[in-house]
Structure formats: structure tokens, C-alpha cells
């Protein structure tokens, strides 16, 4: 595939600042600190929508996590299976072929296929050890997390593999979707305001 990423810092996020970044952006993908606070915080959300239920469409692709510290690789994989009919993807991409055959599989067969899915897991263990710093285990537990927010059929998801279902945290459009998206940023630094370690990227179609 051929996206064009750019990087959002979230600690400047004006108006201004935001402008600068090419639209239409097709999703954002957040880092944030897994801690106590939205720990709890992820108990009491995943409670209030069983007990209040949300609109969830049909369209949005969303898979469960069940490899460790796979929250990057799925993160992208919900901002680029969203999007495509905006990607370029290439000939005989693995990735392409994996969304393909995933379309109609439930999150959980999704995140099974993904576990004996080798072109994928491979790629992604190339792409770990290429950081400057060293990778971890597949059973080391790190407190740093990927999640993507994506724009399907005019509202915005919160597509997070730990969680049981996609969040919808309203209505956006493609004009607005990355001041909205960045909103919902905010909101992730506003549970935990001790912590400094939050970054986004987003992933613009330009």
C-alpha cells in the first residue's frame, strides 16, 4: 500500500497546527499508557455500553487482540481495513489477501487467522527489531498501547483489540474528522494527566 503518514504532535494540537496536515485523513492512530486509571476507566465503559448498548454498522471492520504486543500491527490493520477503497494496495499484497479472506469472519476469527497468518507475523517481527530500541518479547508485558479511530459511514470508532467491541464516539465527517478524532485524544490525556507518554499519527489519503 501507498498511504501517506503524517505525524500529529498531541501536546500542539491547534487549529492551526492541524491545518497543516493533508486531508482527508483516513484515520488516527493513538499511543497511549496502559495505567490503573484507564484501567478502571475501561471496566466502567465496556459496563455502561453493555448495559446501554450503542449503533455499531455492520461495515466496520474490527478484530480482537490475541497475540502480545501486536497492538501496532492491529492498529494498522483497522485504519488500512476501513479505508480500502482508499488504499493502493500492491500486487499480490499479503495484506490485501488477508483482509480479503477476513471480511466475513467474526473479531475472533479474525485474530485467529492472524495468529497462523506467516506473511503478516513476519513483517511485523522484521518491523520490531528495526527500532532503535530493543524489541520486546512476545510475553513481556509492556504498558504502551496502539489504537486506531476511524471514520465509517459518517461516525467516529474507537477500534482498540482488547476491548470486546468498537466504541462510537459519535457523529464526524470528512472534513472534521481529525479535529474530532483529536478530541477524543484529549480525552485519553484528561483521564491520566500525570503521564507525558501519548502520541498520534495520522493517516491522511492525499
Not at 492551526?16 to 478502571?40: D, G, H, N, Q
Request: aromatic share 8%; charged share 30%.
Amino acid at each position: 500500500i501507498h498511504p501517506d503518514w503524517q505525524f500529529v504532535d498531541v501536546y500542539g494540537m491547534e487549529p492551526e497546527l492541524l491545518s497543516m496536515v493533508p486531508r482527508p485523513v483516513c484515520a488516527v492512530l493513538l499511543l497511549f499508557p496502559i495505567t490503573e486509571k484507564y484501567e478502571t476507566f475501561r471496566t466502567e465503559e465496556e459496563e455502561r455500553i453493555k448495559a446501554k448498548g450503542q449503533d455499531v454498522k455492520s461495515s466496520v471492520y474490527f478484530m480482537k487482540q490475541t497475540i502480545n504486543n501486536a497492538c501496532g500491527t492491529i492498529g494498522l490493520i483497522h485504519a488500512i481495513a476501513n479505508n480500502r477503497d482508499k488504499m493502493n494496495f500492491e500486487t499480490n499484497s499479503s495484506l490485501k489477501k488477508f483482509l480479503e479472506d477476513s471480511l466475513s469472519m467474526t473479531p475472533e476469527e479474525r485474530a485467529k487467522y492472524l495468529e497462523t497468518y506467516e506473511a503478516i507475523r513476519v513483517t511485523h517481527e522484521s518491523s520490531a527489531h528495526e527500532g532503535q530500541t530493543e524489541a520486546p518479547s512476545i510475553d513481556e508485558k509492556v504498558d504502551l498501547h496502539f489504537i486506531a479511530l476511524v471514520n465509517v459511514g459518517g461516525h467516529l470508532y474507537e477500534l482498540d483489540g482488547r476491548k470486546p467491541f468498537p466504541i462510537n464516539h459519535g457523529e464526524t465527517s470528512d472534513d472534521s474528522f481529525l479535529e474530532d478524532a483529536i478530541e477524543v485524544c484529549k480525552k485519553f490525556m484528561e483521564r491520566d494527566p500525570e503521564e507525558l507518554r501519548f502520541n498520534a499519527i495520522a493517516l491522511s489519503a492525499a
